[in-house]
């Protein structure tokens, strides 16, 4: 997952790495669920972060699957 440049990540205290981890996979997944746009997934997610309206798509795309809460 090179798209997230984690070298660079500073983030290393406490709970932060877990929580991070676990904030980028959701990204991921819900970058490989949206169907639209048929790019590789550093494309998708450069596209998500210009445009509001694609990353409301991809938002779409990764609760239309989810589990309803009880």
Do not use: G, W
Not at 9 to 15: A, D, F
Not at 25 to 44: G, H, M, V
């Amino acid at each position: 997952m090179l798209l997230f440049t984690l070298d660079e990540c500073r983030i290393r205290s406490l709970h932060s790495p877990q929580n991070f981890a676990l904030l980028r996979r959701i990204a991921f997944n819900a970058l490989e669920r949206e169907p639209s746009f048929r790019r590789s997934i550093r494309q998708k997610l450069r596209r998500a972060a210009i445009n509001d309206r694609y990353m409301l798509s991809v938002l779409a795309a990764a609760l239309s699957n989810s589990v309803p809460l009880p």
